[in-house]
């Protein structure tokens, strides 16, 4: 077996640069379930065979940056989809139902996964508070280790405040740094966009 | 004959500066700080599941009694169901859903869209949000977003997707829908209307419809008096022409640009003030520049503009003038206060109407205001903050009275350094003047309707051209197009000689410049030289291309110089050739009718001119030279009803008040008949044959003495006259002075002696002696 002694060390060589990488993570308490595809089927899990980073960009079909944001985010999905990187849409609001969401993803030829966070718990998972925000998290251990939640990029400052293109891809970078197992760097500026329709606790 | 056009004056190529404003994405949030691991309700004033129709504390706000209106009056012109705005704000659940935005956007000013510092200019359609109603969204969403009695709300404003004005006269489409892509940066296009009609229509308003209006962010209605931008782009004008800022060539005409065409999402119908309208001819091109903001998704524009006509020519005619100062705009990198400016001095009095401030993206802080004679200054915009995302036109609630005299002034900042988050250089880079985005300008354009100007004097707007170039040449003096506009507002006020100069300067720049060619011939006509004149007509021929608009004016005025020279058969055949050539228009026909009336064949010339009519309701030419053989035919009311209409059309013409003071004659009613003679005077005060004309119906209606005065002061402007000296022969034999009678008639006879009214007349007085 040879052969199974050279991968065991590989991963052993691994370990130390993942276990820096989870001093700067935090991991994250997760819940039951995802929330719920488009078929009301629940998501029990976001990482599956092989993937080794999720992202979750959280999204609202009636906020305008947000949909801004989705040539940016297929962008950065087909730049990542072939490196154990799962993406998901995640829609917050409880006026995104199933019915609109679909359609929302018709007209805006999005056809990467997507699910509604009805009760919110991936909100509180990512810690997120606007659309578009985004957040990272790398898979260890069976469980998710969230390094990086914030804006996408820069080219939104404010309201009223926008580039006419980004300067820092503040996401792109930190899903690279996932991927090598380097400290991710935090976002470089507050998330721009329109606030998440909270549930009352 | 009568003027056919008017002498050959030139339209200032406008520097179509446009990028515009919009509804710009409305309520979003940016969140005040680096995101921490927080709890997620931290800042959601408005949780979801909280009661919709809590009661309201007691004397607190609620939607139904102090929000709605706020949110009817300032936001719903965008913010409804198809609307440019991105969301609709007409319910209480809309209020509700959006509130943290309405909160973060309302007191940061960034929503509604208004750039201009209150106490800066009196405009009108302000859309700052006054200071009590910011403070009352504040209260209310801080406050727990009371419902409140639902009854008690106003009803929402209604919106649907027809024209708002009813429905157009005429509507003209782009060639082909254009597609916007999902995302990228700001798009900024030409899209081309052709106005098809073979007639000449005056528009009162506009409707413009982009078809996708939550990505049009703003847009510019610009007339291409020629088609230029068309014509320079062949095979691919039907998708549009890429581009930011765009130059059109505004033909040989004095026809300045007079309106801001300008429109953003909650102002669909442009109405024009009464007696304003603004003007299309057959073979102008609507060019609607639009500035595209991507969604997310693919948009498709399928623009459309609804025209709604009015048969009045316009009454008044204002004018767009341009402080600018592009020469000076040269910004290093990283400067982040880079300055510039300008001046103007009125060279003569106006009320100046609205405002258009213009940069691109670096620019920061924008001043205008004006220095009058006696020291006053009057602002007439400040804009601290500027946003080219945001930019408008502004109008004024009442006109500004600007005396001649008056300097403006505007004062430019910019800021090229990297804290600029606009600026579309990373790194910050040295730039410079320029159309693109990426460059910069610097423009403060009025609008301004000229005031008090004399009745005998030149077209007002003539003399701001001038002044107006003569300061664009002060900064650039080799500008071809400043020069050429110079010389023909010169040219516009009869002063040939100085224009034909300044044409010849620009000739050394550029020889072979078929419409300065042809606007030196005018030049040249004007002052008499007639030979040269037809040599430089020709030479513009030869150069320019046979259908060239610069070809055409040159034929155009040929032939016209042939009716001028009463050469009526070459002007004849030159108009035929021109016709055969060229784009018909009514002035073409006009002038063939007129060389044909020249020529006695009144049937075939009638013909021509009814045909202009019909491509130009109100050709001058044509109604004149109709409204004069009716009149000089005796047919007074016909000829009144046509010379009324040609006085619409060029109400300075003196000819046209004395051929109408000759139809209300025949019609009975001297007293019309002596006021269109006044105004004829007071137009014309050096023709003695008006003065003439004038002298006799004074005396039918008895006023002898003035009758006398007038008819001396024709006799003084043309001794020569037979008929005049036996005018006032009459005049003084009636007034019982003889003796002076007879010396009159006897002057008469010296200079026609077979002039047989005034051998009956001294014949008649040596009887009664």
Redesign the interface.
């Known amino acids: 077996m040879p052969r199974l002694k050279t991968v065991l060390r590989v991963l052993f060589a691994a370990l130390p640069v993942v276990l820096a990488l989870f001093a700067v993570a935090?991991k994250s308490q997760a819940p039951a379930d995802f929330g719920t595809d488009l078929h009301g089927h629940p998501i029990r899990e976001l990482a599956g065979a092989g993937i080794r980073v999720v992202v979750l960009i959280f999204a609202a079909s009636?906020?305008?940056?947000?949909?801004?944001?989705?040539?940016?985010i297929a962008r950065l999905t087909n730049e990542f989809s072939r490196q154990a990187v799962r993406f998901w849409w995640v829609y917050p609001n409880?006026?995104d139902t199933a019915p609109i969401v679909e359609k929302h993803n018709r007209?805006?030829?999005i056809d990467g996964e997507s699910l509604l966070d009805s009760k919110?718990s991936l909100?509180?998972l990512a810690?997120?508070?606007?659309t578009p925000?985004s957040a990272v998290f790398v898979v260890a251990g069976g469980a998710l280790h969230?390094v990086y939640?914030?804006r996408i990029d820069d080219r939104?400052?404010?309201?009223?405040?926008?580039?006419?293109?980004a300067?820092h891809h503040d996401l792109e970078t930190a899903i690279s740094a996932a991927i090598a197992g380097k400290p991710v760097p935090q976002?470089g500026?507050?998330?721009?966009?329109?606030?998440?329709?909270?549930?009352?606790? | 004959m009568k003027t056919l056009r008017i002498p050959l004056v030139v339209v200032p190529a406008l520097a179509v500066f446009l990028c515009l404003l919009s509804c710009?994405?409305?309520?979003?949030?940016?969140?005040?700080?680096?995101?921490?691991?927080?709890p997620?309700?931290?800042?959601?004033p408005?949780?979801?599941?909280?009661q919709p129709d809590r009661p309201a504390a007691p004397h607190s706000e609620t939607w139904s009694h102090d929000v709605a209106p706020v949110l009817y009056k300032n936001c719903a012109t965008c913010h409804h169901p198809g609307g440019a705005g991105?969301?609709s704000l007409l319910t209480y659940a809309d209020a509700r859903?959006?509130a943290?935005?309405i909160l973060?956007?309302t007191q940061?000013r960034?929503m509604p869209p208004w750039l201009p510092d209150p106490g800066y200019g009196d405009f009108a359609d302000v859309r700052r949000l006054s200071d009590q109603d910011q403070a009352l969204l504040k209260r209310w969403v801080t406050g727990g977003m009371a419902q409140g009695d639902l009854k008690a709300a106003p009803p929402p404003p209604h919106y649907d997707s027809t024209w708002q004005m009813g429905k157009p006269d005429l509507v003209l489409k782009v060639a082909q829908p254009f597609t916007l892509?999902?995302?990228?940066?700001?798009l900024f296009r030409n899209l081309i209307l052709p106005y098809q009609l073979p007639e000449t229509h005056y528009i009162r308003a506009m409707e413009i419809r982009p078809g996708a209006p939550?990505v049009v962010h703003h847009a510019n209605v610009v007339i291409d008096r020629t088609a230029s931008l068309r014509r320079t782009h062949p095979d691919d004008w039907q998708s549009g022409v890429p581009g930011m800022e765009l130059f059109v060539d505004a033909g040989n005409r004095f026809d300045p640009d007079s309106h801001f065409l300008f429109w953003k999402p909650d102002t669909p119908a442009l109405i024009e003030p009464e007696g304003m309208p603004w003007r299309l001819d057959p073979g102008n091109d609507l060019i609607l520049n639009i500035h595209l903001?991507?969604?997310?998704?693919?948009e498709t524009l399928d623009a459309e503009v609804g025209l709604y006509f009015t048969p009045n020519p316009p009454a008044k005619q204002p004018m767009l003038l341009a402080l600018e100062r592009d020469d000076q705009l040269d910004i290093p990198a990283g400067d982040s206060s880079f300055v510039i400016d300008d001046s103007l001095t009125l060279p003569v009095d106006v009320d100046v109407l609205g405002c258009y401030p213009h940069a691109h993206?670096l620019g920061h802080d924008m001043q205008g205001w004006a220095i009058l004679p006696n020291g006053e200054k009057k602002w007439l915009v400040w804009i601290r903050n500027w946003?080219i995302?945001?930019q408008s036109v502004y109008r004024y609630k009442e006109p500004i009275f600007l005396p001649k005299g008056t300097v403006l002034h505007m004062l430019y900042t910019y800021d090229n350094s990297s804290a600029n988050?606009?600026?579309?250089h990373?790194p910050p880079i040295r730039v410079r003047a320029g159309n693109r985005?990426e460059d910069e300008m610097g423009h403060l354009w009025l609008q301004v309707l000229p005031v008090n100007a004399p009745a005998n004097g030149p077209d007002p707007r003539l003399l701001l051209e001038e002044a107006w170039m003569r300061r664009r040449l002060e900064k650039t003096p080799a500008d071809q197009i400043d020069m050429y506009n110079l010389a023909s507002a010169m040219a516009g006020q009869n002063k040939f000689a100085e224009a034909a100069q300044v044409y010849e300067q620009e000739l050394k720049l550029d020889p072979k410049n078929a419409r300065t060619l042809t606007a030196l011939g005018a030049a040249l006509e004007g002052t008499g030289q007639v030979d040269q004149a037809r040599e430089h007509y020709a030479s513009a021929i030869a150069l320019a291309s046979p259908a060239d608009s610069a070809g055409c004016d040159a034929r155009f005025d040929l032939a016209r110089l042939g009716v001028r020279r009463a050469e009526y058969a070459e002007a004849e055949k030159e108009f035929r050739d021109l016709l055969a050539v060229c784009r018909e228009d009514a002035e073409s026909r006009s002038g063939l009718g007129a060389a044909l009336l020249g020529a006695g064949r009144t049937d075939e010339a009638r013909s021509e001119f009814q045909r202009a009519l019909e491509l130009n309701p109100a050709d001058f030419t044509a109604l004149y030279n109709l409204g004069a053989v009716d009149a000089d035919s005796g047919q007074g009311e016909p000829a009144a009803k046509l010379l009324e209409a040609a006085l619409r059309s060029w109400p300075a013409s003196p000819d046209a008040h004395e051929k109408l003071a000759v139809a209300y004659g025949q019609l009975g009613r001297p007293n019309d008949a002596l006021a269109q003679l006044r105004a004829a005077v007071a137009l014309a005060p050096d023709d003695a044959r008006i003065h003439s004309s004038l002298s006799q119906v004074l005396d039918a209606l008895g006023q002898s003495e003035e009758a006398f005065a007038e008819q001396k002061r024709a006799l003084q402007l043309d001794a020569q006259d037979a008929d005049g000296w036996n005018n006032l022969g009459a005049l003084l034999a009636r007034g019982g002075q003889t003796d002076a009678a007879r010396s009159a008639f006897e002057h008469a006879l010296q200079i026609q002696p077979d002039h047989a009214q005034a051998k009956a007349n001294l014949a008649r007085l040596s009887a009664s002696r």
């Open positions: 935090s009636d906020c305008p940056i947000s949909n801004r944001y989705v040539p940016e409880s006026g007209d805006f030829s919110q909100v509180a810690h997120t508070t606007v925000e969230e939640h914030g939104y400052l404010d309201i009223g405040k926008e580039r006419p293109q300067q976002p500026g507050p998330p721009v966009g329109c606030s998440i329709v909270f549930l009352q606790k | 710009p994405l409305a309520s979003m949030k940016a969140a005040a700080t680096k995101p921490e691991p927080s997620a309700v931290i800042h959601d408005m949780p979801e599941t909280s991105p969301f859903r959006w943290p935005q973060t956007v940061s960034f892509a999902p995302g990228g940066t700001d939550q903001k991507p969604s997310g998704k693919a993206y946003d995302d945001r988050p606009h600026n579309p990373t985005s």
